[in-house]
């Protein structure tokens, strides 16, 4: 990943379903190559392989089993993943929670695999524990505010902050992401004065009108800091 | 569904990822223009849109998350599947098991959506239970067989006549369907006998040499019995 | 079990944990001994040998896991159950959903070491599916309605019949229970009305502020109908 | 906790059900007051509270639900596993993994109504993991030898070592302890000496054929080294 990070999760809502799930990473594109900001989208599962073969930017998945190929009916290996075209995965989110053991794989498998690790996480102690497992980047997001509409920069400062700062603290390598609630440029610019180097949303722009046109106002909170 | 099918489980193998899936893929839709006998694959999660968006034959998922569209990352919903091309999905397989509710409400939904449903099931009483649910089929699947080198037709022929007997006692218009182990085509010829209108198989086809030489088997024996 | 029954299901509330569960037991005891009305309790895991030794009527498990005995932490086998006390269990609770397997398991094994069981359901398909499996009861409980103030024989009778009319039909030896919502002896009254052989009921008794008297009232409800 | 501490885990073994946990535990009763060593015993769960009132040495749960009382059908919270005896609860064991929101509940729960939490963990990456939640200890046991006739500290030296020096850079107030395969008290000298504070061990003791001889072993490895 480059930072500043916008990663957009479609999660499953209907309007990141299929052609308008194509359409929104078309979007994201296009802010990319306008802006040079940084935008990772993570498609749902049955459209992963159509949209990353269609788009230039990173596409992560939401969520991998801790399975070796073979016969796990209905799961996701990391193994597919890479060959339909991801470089990352999300892990451990909040609606998607995964124990210790599974997410540790997870995120060893994917760095000798060269690909990326978002763990999430929902308090301070969860994002302490997450970066002692050396992922990329942990993205803090505490699950009341999750699909509502106050921003975690402005509802809780406070947890971005220390995530911040306990996972330096353990790994300096790690960076911290934040989300939840997260719906426009004031709130990207916001996190990254609280030390994260990105943001994780999902409803802010699924169910947006115009999604182009909030991604651009995303985009505009980071070009300001940066 | 038409019946007598036979329905290929991608699950997670590396030969069935990506490419390798939509050659697989292909080559079902070859032998079924060939044969005219109905073939249904179910690919790999990530694949789902890309092979079904390439093939003219049925495609299924391997699995649906009782969720409604929303928030919920990881997840794979009915309606996205349907967009992807699906038009219907297995459920409760020995490898992904599901609770009696979530099973319920996948098969209602599915119908509502005229989408079709196959449960899986471990023994003769689940495939009275799955009956109950009125799914459009039932694979039975003794779990100690999947994967193995001997068909449930030659290990276990008692569990498919019984599953058959119980499944229309409780519901005539349930099919029963049945899996593990089937390898070739008198695996499925055995399987029609016994009173099932198809058979479920996965790593008979996806880790063959030569994928296309089994399919061409498979549905010989269908051939011989119509 | 005897018919009609009383099944008091403790969950995990404070007022049923260790002495005021033990309290409720004899107070349990007690209606039985002096009304004859059988009533079933289900205490809190952890009180489940403690209680059992300490009364004379019918203690079930609240669940119990589908693992035989050996190195399985943290889980509940009908082995140790019985020799706790129990002489059954519920299972597949809408708040501790189980697969379809593994229900079928517990039904099975629960049989053979002359144990009973009561699969609680969601809704008439559910409950045509348990019926197949053969347990002793099936007991259906609309989800939205259990732990509030309407009874399921108020809020939603169809389902009651409904359920009897298609259980009976599956299986005649399976008998019917009801449950959500139960908070005295006209619910009880009502739900035998409607073919159902007894109740399960959680908050109504564990919650009230007079245990003994709400389950006089509970009982009267069948002495009346007897 | 006391250390060096000796974690008996009853597992769901037939011979630590009932009478015969009891009599464990009066065994492990016996040793302390002969040789002062500390020993927890984690006994089945119906049979906490029953063990709990029979004995004077520490009575940790095997697991505990992240739910708070009320209605959670099957659970065990920690509240009642206070009532009921119990000082402290194993969490995370191989055999019940827990997701990191959960775990992080319990042990910070469990901080605040005084009982003690002892993380299961399964390499030195998730042993940093547990340290970061700041339970009292984290007890590293990989599970390929769990059950097994070799100690891990025989097996896998270096990952108690390392364990220890991971743990002890996160948070310098957490302890480590080290299990499967633990025999005798060879195997406990030699976690001590690799910086251990203890051993975690279960079929160990619950399938020797004279548990006191074996848990006095135990014990001989203990008192040599101190």
Do not use: W
């Not at 073969?53 to 801790?66: G, K, L």
């Not at 540790?104 to 497992?133: D, K, P």
């Amino acid at each position: 990943m480059n930072y500043p990070v916008i990663v957009i999760n479609y999660k499953t809502y209907l309007e990141t379903a299929g052609k308008r799930g194509l359409e929104l990473a078309k979007n994201a594109e296009k802010v990319h190559a306008d802006t040079g900001v940084d935008i990772i989208i993570c498609p749902q599962m049955p459209d992963v392989s159509m949209i990353a073969s269609e788009v230039d930017i990173p596409v992560f998945a939401q969520h991998a089993d801790a399975f070796p190929p073979g016969g796990h009916t209905g799961a996701v290996t990391l193994e597919v993943l890479k060959e339909a075209g991801c470089v990352g995965t999300l892990i451990n989110h909040s609606e998607r929670r995964m124990n210790f053991a599974d997410t540790e794989h997870i995120v060893s498998l994917a760095r000798s695999m060269n690909m990326e690790t978002i763990i999430c996480t929902n308090n301070t102690a969860v994002s302490a524990a997450a970066a002692a497992l050396s992922p990329d980047a942990v993205a803090v997001e505490p699950p009341e505010l999750i699909g509502g509409d106050i921003s975690v920069t402005t509802a809780d400062p406070e947890i971005v902050k220390e995530s911040v700062e306990i996972v330096k603290k353990i790994n300096p390598n790690v960076e911290v992401l934040c989300g939840a609630g997260v719906k426009n440029g004031n709130d990207v610019l916001k996190s990254i004065e609280l030390g994260s180097r990105g943001v994780l949303l999902a409803s802010g722009v699924a169910k947006a009108k115009e999604p182009a046109k909030v991604l651009n106002e995303l985009v505009e909170g980071i070009i300001k800091k940066i």
